[in-house]
């Protein structure tokens, strides 16, 4: 039987405040259980990580890597454990305390692969902080985009790695995303010499430039599903 936040409010407020702080900072293994627990839930979970502190023990910690690969290796296990978290429909969040450090790069890089906020507050406003994260319910999660050009249009300050051989189908993995998420890319039209050389395009019968973005997501029911939408 799972019971709901508020069944339990009084019991979690009694373990939270009977802890005391000694001095490390178990991030790593914290953020793996949280993350963990969260993917047992509902679709479209969320977790937050409030830190004030550089993890310094167990997984994770950073005080313990003494070269370039192990803090490779590192980083590697926070980008794992974000992969994981999308891949179950969760989005992280991350919340520091200004002043403290706590390798905000590495711990970014859940909050950027899940579709989750990234706050750098001073103690007082972590009230308001909370608040804002928390208003915005995720609506979908594994959500794709594939934008497929006009074979006259080509993509502009865009990542290689997300354009296909020919340049005019672009694939972004954007996670879990709320009302107000937003994308955006950038396209112009090829060279007039480049067009002129393709033997099945028409220059003087051109009258439209059409473009197509498809839409994959799951939705917060467990079904994926597919939006096409043609310009």
Same mark, same amino acid.
């Given at each position: /039987?799972?019971?709901?936040?508020? $069944?339990?409010a009084?019991?979690?407020?009694?373990?939270?405040? &009977?802890m005391?702080?000694?001095?490390?900072?178990? %991030? @790593?293994?914290?953020?793996?259980?949280a993350?963990? /627990?969260?993917?047992? @839930?509902?679709? @479209?979970?969320?977790?937050?990580?409030?830190?004030?502190?550089?993890?310094?023990? @167990?997984?994770?910690?950073? $005080?313990e890597?003494?070269? $370039?690969?192990?803090?490779? =290796?590192?980083?590697?296990?926070?980008?794992d454990?974000?992969?994981? =978290?999308?891949?179950?429909?969760?989005?992280?969040?991350?919340?520091?305390? =200004?002043?403290?450090?706590?390798n905000?790069?590495?711990?970014?890089?859940?909050a950027?692969?899940?579709?989750?906020?990234?706050?750098?507050?001073?103690?007082?406003? !972590?009230?308001?902080?909370?608040?804002?994260? !928390?208003?915005?319910?995720?609506?979908? &999660?594994?959500?794709?985009?594939?934008?497929?050009?006009?074979?006259? %249009?080509?993509?502009?300050?865009?990542d290689?790695?997300?354009? &296909?051989?020919?340049? &005019?189908?672009?694939?972004?993995?954007?996670?879990?995303?709320?009302?107000?998420?937003?994308?955006? +890319?950038?396209?112009? /039209?090829?060279?007039?010499?480049?067009?002129?050389?393709m033997?099945? %395009?028409? !220059?003087?019968?051109?009258?439209? +430039?059409? +473009?197509?973005?498809?839409?994959?997501?799951?939705? %917060?029911?467990?079904?994926?599903?597919?939006?096409?939408?043609?310009?």
């Amino acid at each position: /039987m799972k019971l709901r936040v508020a $069944d339990s409010a009084k019991a979690l407020q009694d373990k939270l405040l &009977s802890m005391e702080e000694t001095g490390p900072t178990a %991030l @790593g293994p914290a953020v793996a259980t949280a993350i963990a /627990m969260a993917a047992e @839930g509902a679709q @479209g979970s969320q977790v937050v990580i409030c830190t004030d502190g550089l993890a310094n023990v @167990g997984l994770g910690a950073f $005080d313990e890597a003494k070269t $370039d690969e192990e803090l490779a =290796a590192i980083e590697k296990f926070y980008r794992d454990l974000g992969e994981y =978290a999308k891949e179950v429909g969760l989005t992280i969040n991350v919340i520091s305390i =200004a002043g403290d450090e706590c390798n905000l790069d590495a711990l970014a890089k859940l909050a950027e692969v899940t579709g989750g906020e990234v706050e750098r507050v001073n103690p007082v406003e !972590l009230t308001s902080n909370f608040a804002n994260i !928390l208003s915005q319910p995720i609506i979908a &999660s594994n959500v794709q985009c594939k934008i497929k050009l006009h074979k006259g %249009l080509t993509f502009r300050n865009e990542d290689p790695d997300r354009l &296909s051989e020919d340049l &005019s189908l672009m694939t972004r993995e954007i996670g879990n995303v709320t009302v107000d998420t937003e994308i955006t +890319f950038e396209y112009t /039209m090829k060279k007039i010499s480049e067009l002129a050389k393709m033997q099945d %395009l028409d !220059l003087n019968q051109i009258k439209h +430039f059409p +473009f197509q973005v498809q839409i994959t997501y799951k939705a %917060l029911d467990g079904n994926k599903c597919i939006r096409v939408i043609t310009e």
